[in-house]
């Protein structure tokens, strides 16, 4: 065995759910992880999945012959997020002592579950699928990993080949989940969508849970989710800037706040928030320095807002780094020795950013053409594909269908193919099988 070098890390974090022989000497169990993650076509797929804006769409010809500014050839998806939440929560995990790989790779596989068309496909999958336990992208990533993406298989019990996913150590796995509980598990809230496991992946749950306080994420995994939260509300608000969805000075107009607040209240912000703590943090953002007050989409102000994006990652990762040291000390923070601690003023400072970026990016009225149009295909797709199958299926998928025990498990392998595709090739596949292309 390699030799590991974690600290607090022990035996028991690092076993996977199929031994293997480690290929490299030297190299760690978290290092092997993350090149799992790194290397799967599953992390590969997410170049083509919504995140804000959808890849393809067109620039805006304005009355003059100009082009908007209101587009970019080249926005975020889920996989440059991915990226990016990976790179912030390698950095923060580090800084509290957790192993940097194993953090990474959390955050690289954060998203690995979701389907094409964002959220907005995920509702159609949680409606379509909801005589089988329901969709949700979290539950869906920890299915991709451990049953789904082809790269190990081993013998079960009566001798069938079946595949074990990427065959994380056990602490990565935990890192990954999000909601570490099923379907009406929630710990405070059991109408919540928010779930982190299946029904029938619930075996493999409980070996990744073993010694874990029901409901609680690990360290890791909140570090995981505050990263995500990082990434993604600073660089929504850096898109809807850029592509000119957002114009700084409407944060000043008192309509344009109470709407930013509501949203806030009702979508982000922790229970209890009133519009005025909003307000305060809204304010706080605003009066810095480096906030961008003007944005014209010239070099100048492309490198003032790439700061701005700096300055707000800095700011929300070392407010949680300080509190988090002043609670538990100065030792190394893993596993379940501690919790991260971010300030409520922090958390209302990302919160008020996620309502902007919500009210004037996501829901723009062509957006909702679009979203319309997007559950549309989904909905279609799922039905023909379910009326079909295995015809339709990829090849993958066609062998799971044909073995598939009862109907339950046949819809829910129609449900794994949709959430594997791209946004591009489920409009292409839904083309074919509807003879609409």
């Given at each position: 065995?390699?030799q590991?070098?974690?600290?607090p890390?022990?035996?028991?974090d690092t ?17 092997r992880d993350?090149?799992r ?5 599953a992390?590969?797929r997410l170049a083509?999945?919504?995140?804000v804006?959808t ?11 100009t ?8 926005p ?5 997020h991915s ?10 995990g580090?800084?509290?002592?957790c192993?940097?790989d194993l953090v990474?790779?959390?955050?690289l ?8 068309f ?6 159609v999958?949680?409606d379509?699928?909801?005589d089988c ?7 869906q990533s920890?299915?991709?990993?451990a ?19 990427l065959?994380?150590?056990?602490a ?6 999000k ?5 009406g598990?929630?710990p ?5 969508r ?12 409980r070996?990744?849970?073993?010694g ?6 690990c ?9 995500d ?5 600073v ?15 409407m ?6 706040r109470?709407?930013?607040f ?16 909003l307000?305060e ?6 009066n810095?320095d480096w ?9 100048v ?5 790439k ?16 509190a ?6 100065t030792?190394?923070?893993t ?6 601690v ?5 958390r209302?400072?990302?919160a ?5 970026a919500?009210?004037y ?15 549309v295909?989904?909905s279609e ?12 299926l990829?090849?993958?998928f ?40």
């Amino acid at each position: 065995m390699a030799q590991e070098q974690y600290g607090p890390y022990g035996e028991a974090d690092t076993e996977r759910w199929a031994a293997e022989p480690d290929k490299r000497p030297g190299r760690t169990s978290f290092q092997r992880d993350r090149a799992r993650v790194l290397h799967s076509a599953a992390l590969r797929r997410l170049a083509g999945k919504t995140q804000v804006v959808t890849p393809g769409t067109a620039p805006e010809e304005l009355a003059d012959g100009t082009t908007s500014l209101a587009w970019d050839a080249s926005p975020r998806t889920r996989l440059t997020h991915s990226l990016e939440c990976a790179q912030v929560g390698r950095e923060l995990g580090a800084a509290l002592g957790c192993d940097p790989d194993l953090v990474e790779a959390a955050c690289l596989a954060h998203d690995l579950g979701h389907p094409p068309f964002g959220h907005n496909g995920e509702q159609v999958l949680d409606d379509f699928a909801k005589d089988c336990g329901g969709f949700e992208g979290n539950a869906q990533s920890l299915r991709l990993l451990a049953r789904l993406e082809p790269k190990r298989f081993v013998h079960d019990a009566s001798g069938e080949l079946v595949s074990v996913g990427l065959n994380l150590t056990r602490a990565t796995l935990d890192a990954a989940t999000k909601y570490p509980w099923p379907r009406g598990g929630h710990p405070t809230n059991r109408g919540s969508r928010k779930f982190g496991v299946y029904e029938d992946d619930l075996p493999l749950f409980r070996w990744i849970r073993e010694g874990a306080p029901d409901h609680r994420q690990c360290f890791e995994a909140q570090v995981m989710d505050w990263s995500d939260d990082v990434a993604y509300s600073v660089h929504d608000i850096e898109d809807g800037l850029h592509a000119g969805h957002l114009v700084p000075g409407m944060l000043l107009a008192a309509p344009d706040r109470h709407e930013v607040f509501a949203c806030a209240v009702d979508r982000y912000a922790p229970p209890g928030t009133e519009p005025d703590e909003l307000a305060e943090a809204l304010d706080r953002l605003i009066n810095q320095d480096w906030w961008p007050h003007g944005y014209d989409g010239s070099a100048v102000a492309q490198s003032r807002l790439k700061d701005t994006t700096s300055q707000l990652i800095g700011r929300f990762c070392l407010a949680a780094e300080g509190a988090t040291r002043e609670a538990y000390g100065t030792g190394r923070l893993t596993r379940y020795a501690a919790e991260l601690v971010v300030p409520r003023a922090t958390r209302l400072e990302c919160a008020v950013l996620k309502a902007v970026a919500d009210l004037y990016v996501m829901q723009r009225a062509e957006q909702e053409l679009v979203r319309a149009n997007q559950r549309v295909v989904l909905s279609e797709l799922a039905e023909v594909l379910s009326a079909r199958a295995p015809d339709g299926l990829d090849p993958q998928f066609r062998a799971l269908h044909k073995a598939a025990e009862d109907d339950g498990a046949r819809q829910r392998v129609v449900v794994d193919q949709i959430a594997a595709l791209t946004d591009g090739s489920a409009r292409g596949l839904h083309a074919r099988l509807t003879s609409r292309g």
